[in-house]
């Protein structure tokens, strides 16, 4: 009787569990247990899994934090009524440095139940203070040949004498370096430490080592290149920018069973020497010879009497922060699609996708063999191998065999962008299974699919993808490939909420943000490239109307797509600087001054004999940007609480507004620019009276239809046309851009075999001549801005604003132009939310998700409710759906819960 009673309570406690909500991935600083930040207040986040039950949130939360060495409690919040469970900020006992910590939280339900505990998450704390540093800078203690600069190797040799239970290693450099421990590479990070503003910041890492070291004799060493400390930068041929020598610092820290703690650091103890990396840049590339492997050089057995000692630097250690984003890391992997001889002769191997990253090439051959690989995007012409776009980018590795069996290379402290490598000095026929392309990018998680009906726009997404992943390293470059590779701001400003959809970008951006900051000038204007090395306070490199915007716009989009408010906080002064600069430069607030780069790569024409180049008066687009930002400082105002902030910049932007009115718009609602760009840049950021609007987006319209359904526009109105188009009822003109295949559009480079985003829209031209080769690139994210349209609008995922970061989502997709299917998934800070649309014969067919804890309003494309299903059952009864007060024309718009939902209504 007992047992039985047993075994029915045991099975209703499952039931119960089963209907629980669970908790799940969770993230302290937007990270899975992150080994080492500095954040002192850290914050916390989860999920919350409710498999497909209908519209559950979160009530309540428990949080609790413990030192994970001896397990003594950090902070317990006791149970919080809220539903918030994004950022919760840590307010526990002072964390320490070096310290790890476990978590654990649980929710309550709107059904009021409680989850279990989540599993334990953990975090690691850095070195919180510079005194915490007992590492040295260390740099050679040889002579450098100061021509080739070869990759010094430094190394030291240390007993452990008990066991150990834990061991963590932290590093940087000055110049790029990779660290080895008992002849095993520690981690799997690529050109760390990463770019910032080195003098201002600079960021370590930290590795956790325990799994390397071994009782009794041990080793450790470094190698360093020259990457962007010192090696050529920019395209004035500059080097030594941040400095002229490399230095390492590194602190094993090593903890044994007994609790008993061991500190290894650089010092004047460690020895130094020059191996294998004769050279490395990160735009020539690297020269590697096998010949001068030192074989087992980071192991303990090795002798080092031969090898010179080091110079300890009193460089500073104030400038050290733990590292916020995502490391540069190996992904996909490409064998070559061909291999063949070019007319002129050329051994060349076609990877069938441009890249960026490296080849690794299997060998065998004699001593002193020296085999070349160059680095290409495109064949030209007539199919030739073509670097004439890399400018003076060598984009070339160069592999010295040491002869006596087979060899692997692989470069080391550099990276290039291209499709096709071209093969020198190779004295057998080339094998496919010999060479291996391979993608590096930072490691950021993808977020985001968009899929269709249709294959063009299906290449179009992948291509916007691989432009984000060659682009995303380290920092958001314009592109990979030629003597360039900067943070360009206006490029980034531009893609950043389409990078939002498609991978992880929040800690990506917000450790660029900080440089962004740090860089920006004391006039508060904004350098064009971050981290800047093409000027500075007194020779300012900046101030580019839709560039230095950058500093307003990324933290606005970044608080709308993760709903960090953290990022506006962090950045609010930097913002106000640069509307600042702008009130400053303009007379009765009107800012015509300063020097522009405009509507860049805007449709022109050659001998314009009829005026067809879209040119767009860079003050008009200068006052348009000047009212967005200010738009953004007034909205983050309103975010952060600042009514005085509020206040004075709402009436600064209706000034603003005035001024543009008066001086670049007639009575009639002409445009004094009338191009594409100048109506784009007006409705998109409400620049014209309301009475002005339709008649400004018809002229739009009719400009589209005049030029044969082509767009005109560069860098600063591509990004927001198909929105304004969409917002302004012509939303067939928008898909008509969209599907259009001849240049100037999206899929014209489509159609021309590209794989990723060109820098201009006629890159290659449709005789097969090439662009100029001053400019030209095939691998440039900013035109792919378009993706933000195809996620937000034709998929129709969005957040509210009020709701950000998907707390309140909006789903309105917009069926049109030859699409009968589109399939949108997106993983937000919440969960993930699908949004995916079929036409099926007279109907309609919607299937949404909408995550646990985040409300949603749907808009169903129909002209009024009846006849709209969901899972069969009509609207009004469907479990979950209420009617929404929002409405839209064309729509009818309910709220739902989380869930999985599935509506059908009559084809529009
Ligand atoms: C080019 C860059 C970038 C652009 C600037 C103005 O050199 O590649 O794309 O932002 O110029």
Redesign the pocket.
């Known amino acids: 009787m007992r047992k039985l009673l047993l075994l029915f309570v045991a099975f209703h406690v499952s039931a119960i569990c089963l209907a629980q909500v669970k908790v799940q991935y969770l993230q302290t600083e937007n990270a899975v247990n992150p080994i080492c930040i500095d954040a002192l207040n850290p914050r916390f986040s989860w999920q919350l899994d409710a498999g497909d039950k209908r519209g559950v949130m979160q009530t309540a939360y428990e949080l609790k934090v413990s030192s994970a060495k001896g397990k003594h409690e950090a902070w317990k919040t006791g149970k919080v009524s809220s539903d918030q469970s994004m950022y919760i900020i840590y307010k526990g006992e002072p964390l320490a440095s070096g310290q790890k910590y476990i978590w654990q939280v649980r929710v309550w339900d709107n059904a009021g139940k409680a989850s279990a505990w989540s599993e334990p998450a953990s975090f690691g704390m850095g070195m919180l203070n510079a005194a915490d540093w007992k590492a040295k800078w260390i740099t050679p203690g040889f002579v450098e040949d100061s021509v080739n600069r070869p990759s010094p190797l430094f190394r030291k040799g240390f007993s452990l004498n008990k066991k150990v239970a834990s061991a963590m290693v932290y590093i940087t450099s000055h110049g790029l370096y990779e660290a080895q421990i008992n002849g095993k590479r520690v981690g799997d990070a690529f050109l760390t430490p990463g770019w910032t503003t080195y003098n201002k910041r600079l960021q370590y890492q930290a590795y956790d080592v325990t799994g390397l070291l071994q009782p009794g004799a041990n080793a450790v060493g470094a190698t360093l290149g020259s990457g962007w400390y010192r090696g050529h930068i920019g395209?004035s041929n500059q080097k030594n920018y941040y400095g002229k020598d490399i230095a390492l610092l590194l602190q094993l820290e090593v903890t044994y069973t007994d609790g008993s703690t061991e500190t290894i650091v650089s010092d004047e103890s460690w020895k130094s020497s020059t191996g294998p990396v004769r050279f490395a840049e990160i735009y020539a590339g690297a020269t590697i010879d096998n010949r001068m492997q030192v074989k087992n050089w980071s192991t303990a057995a090795f002798d080092d009497k031969s090898w010179s000692g080091v110079m300890v630097k009193d460089y500073t250690k104030n400038t050290l922060v733990a590292t916020v984003n995502e490391p540069v890391r190996k992904h996909e992997t490409f064998k070559p699609v061909k291999i063949f001889k070019t007319p002129k002769g050329e051994e060349v191997i076609d990877f069938g996708q441009n890249l960026v990253g490296w080849v690794q090439m299997k060998v065998s051959g004699n001593a002193g063999d020296t085999i070349r690989l160059s680095h290409a995007e495109i064949l030209d012409k007539p199919g030739n191998f073509y670097t004439d776009n890399l400018r003076a980018a060598r984009a070339q590795d160069i592999y010295v065999l040491k002869g006596g069996g087979e060899e692997t290379f692989e470069p080391q402290f550099t990276w290039q962008g291209f499709r096709y490598i071209k093969v020198e000095g190779y004295k057998k026929d080339l094998n496919a299974a010999d060479f291996t392309a391979i993608a590096l990018y930072s490691d950021m998680k993808p977020t985001g699919t968009f899929t269709s009906s249709n294959d063009m726009i299906n290449k179009l997404q992948h291509n916007i993808q691989w432009g984000q992943k060659g682009n995303f390293l380290d920092v958001p470059t314009?592109?990979p490939q030629r003597d360039?590779r900067?943070g360009?701001?206006?490029?980034a400003q531009v893609f950043s909420r389409t990078a939002t959809y498609n991978m992880n970008v929040h800690n990506f951006f917000a450790k660029w943000l900080k440089d962004v900051a740090a860089d920006q000038y004391k006039s508060g204007s904004v350098p064009?490239v971050i981290p800047d090395v093409l000027g500075n306070d007194k020779n300012e490199s900046g101030g580019?109307t839709g560039?230095a915007d950058v500093s307003v716009i990324v933290p606005w989009n970044m608080y709308v797509a993760y709903g960090d408010k953290q990022i506006l906080e962090n950045q609010y002064s930097s913002m106000k600087a640069w509307v600042k600069y702008m009130e400053n430069h303009s007379k009765n607030d009107l800012w015509n001054t300063g020097g522009h780069?405009g509507d860049?790569l805007f449709y022109s024409v050659n001998d314009d004999t009829d005026g067809s180049s879209a040119i767009t008066s860079k003050y008009l687009i200068a006052q348009c940007f000047f009212a967005h930002s200010t738009q953004l400082v007034i909205n983050t105002a309103k975010v952060l609480g600042n009514k005085q902030d509020e206040d004075y910049y709402t009436a600064l932007l209706a000034r603003i507004k005035k001024a543009f009115v008066n001086e670049y718009v007639t009575p009639n609602g002409l445009i004094s620019s009338d191009t594409q760009t100048a109506y784009v840049l007006a409705l998109e950021f409400d620049m014209l009276p309301e009475n002005l609007r339709q008649q400004a987006s018809d002229r739009l319209a009719n400009n589209i239809r005049r030029y044969g359904n082509h767009l005109t526009t560069g860098?600063l109105g591509t990004p927001y046309l198909c929105h304004v188009l969409s917002r302004f009822n012509h939303v067939d003109v928008a898909y008509r851009l969209l599907l259009q295949d001849t240049y100037p559009s999206w899929l014209y480079p489509v159609k021309m075999g590209a794989t990723t985003i060109w820098?201009r829209w006629d890159g290659i031209r449709p005789d097969g001549s090439l662009e100029t080769p001053t400019?030209n690139?095939y691998n440039?994210y900013?035109y792919g801005a378009i993706g933000d349209w195809m996620y937000r609008v034709v998929a129709g995922i969005d957040t509210k604003e009020e709701g950000p970061g998907y707390k309140q989502i909006i789903i309105k997709p917009t069926p049109g132009g030859n699409m009968t299917n589109i399939e949108a998934d997106y993983n937000t800070t919440y969960g993930k939310v699908s949004s995916h649309w079929k036409i099926d014969g007279g109907n309609l067919l919607m299937h949404v998700e909408i995550p646990a804890n985040t409300t949603a309003t749907v808009y169903i494309p129909a002209a009024n409710a009846t006849g709209i299903t969901e899972k069969g059952v009509a609207l009004s009864s469907a479990p979950g759906v209420t009617m929404a007060n929002e409405s839209a024309t064309g729509y009818v718009a309910v709220n739902v819960g989380s869930g999985v939902y599935d509506f059908s209504t009559a084809k529009p």
């Open positions: 395209f314009d592109c360039e900067l360009w701001t206006g490029d064009h580019s560039w780069f860049w860098f820098e400019m690139s440039h900013a």
